[in-house]
């Protein structure tokens, strides 16, 4: 079983910054693409960024030179920047992973971390 646990979301101001963590744990010999999604009031849940083993990212238009995704494949974690935060960036953030097994890939999602971003 393989779990996701994100942090370091919260209330700050428009133009502040917050860094989002998530941390793997469980059974897994692997971890392959790893990703943020977030899911504002009253929308679907959409793409932020995206990285993959080997370093590879993906980022939405809207978050693109304001947001920067990493991750430490050491300690199954993957990191979310959020610089020059504006009130619309305001959701629910989730972290996602993609993890091989011996039969197929798992999609496993974290329980979400709060942002607020205040005007």
């Known amino acids: 079983q393989v779990q996701l646990v994100e942090s370091g979301g919260g209330l700050v101001q428009a133009g502040g910054s917050l860094t989002l963590s998530c941390a793997a744990s469980g059974s897994m010999f692997a971890i392959n693409a790893m990703g943020w999604y977030r899911q504002a009031p009253g929308k679907e849940r959409e793409l932020v960024a995206t990285i993959t083993s080997v370093g590879r990212t993906n980022y939405a238009d809207s978050v693109k030179g304001r947001f920067t995704i990493s991750r430490d494949n050491g300690e199954n974690t993957v990191y979310l920047q959020m610089n020059s935060l504006k009130p619309e960036d305001t959701a629910v953030y989730y972290c996602?992973?993609?993890?091989?097994?011996?039969?197929?890939?798992?999609?496993?999602w974290g329980p979400g971390t709060l942002v607020t971003v205040s005007s």
């Open positions: 996602n992973a993609d993890i091989p097994t011996t039969l197929a890939s798992l999609e496993v």
